[in-house]
T-cell receptor, first 111, second 114 residues
């Protein structure tokens, strides 16, 4: 059974204090790993897709990396507007569609 | 493009009532799906569709029905609402090929069953 574990459950940072969120996964043949951002009362918003170990993607202050067992979402010099829940999901090789989501990390950035 | 739209935004039902959650997308996406999101749990797949006339069960399908008569619409029916179905429901869509499997989510429907 595919599993996704995100840590920490919650993270509080000061503005400008860089940190990383972790997503560890167990899946039979990774087809893709996805990061989403979710603001309160809204649907998840797509951030990145990573396909193979060693791959990296960047968007503004966010950088996602992937190894064979986990992915990291690095946040550099965060701002209060980066506060949100960050979700990680995996798609197994045998699935043409189904995503398995982690429970998310609630990030709060204080000014 | 409006993207993925869902109605209603909020709904309160009594146990045993039935209702339909509406979902529409204007991106000509073949894949559409329904998820529920509960506190302390990840998004869980209820049903999905890979094209008009084709649907399949996800992880938690019991108590829900779907149909896909057009590419644009994918309604979710609650047959006889139960308190365990209190949740936030999200509809999502994506193209079947390319676009790096980017999945677009709707704004959600918050459902309370009393």
């Amino acid at each position: 059974e595919d599993q996704v574990t995100q840590s920490p459950e919650a993270l509080r940072l000061q503005e400008g204090e860089s940190s990383s969120l972790n997503c560890s996964y167990t899946v039979s043949g990774l087809r893709g790993l996805f990061w989403y951002r979710q603001d309160p009362g809204k649907g998840p918003e797509f951030l990145f897709t990573l396909y193979s170990a060693g791959e990296e993607k960047e968007k503004e202050r966010l950088k996602a990396t992937l190894t064979k067992k986990e992915s990291f979402l690095h946040i550099t010099a965060p701002k209060p507007e980066d506060s949100a829940t960050y979700l990680c999901a995996v798609q197994a090789g045998g699935s043409n569609y189904k995503l398995t989501f982690g429970k998310g990390t609630l990030l709060t950035v204080n000014p | 493009n409006a993207g993925v739209t869902q109605t209603p935004k909020f709904q309160v039902l009594k146990t045993g009532q039935s209702m339909t959650l509406q979902c529409a997308q204007d991106m000509n996406h073949e894949y559409m799906s329904w998820y529920r999101q509960d506190p302390g749990m990840g998004l869980r797949l209820i049903h999905y569709s890979v094209g008009a006339g084709i649907t399949d069960q996800g992880e938690v399908p019991n108590g829900y029905n779907v149909s896909r008569s057009t590419t644009e619409d994918f309604p979710l029916r609650l047959l006889s609402a139960a308190p365990s179905q209190t949740s936030v429901y999200f509809c999502a869509s994506r193209a079947s090929q390319g676009a790096f499997y980017e999945q677009y989510f709707g704004p959600g429907t918050r459902l309370t069953v009393t």
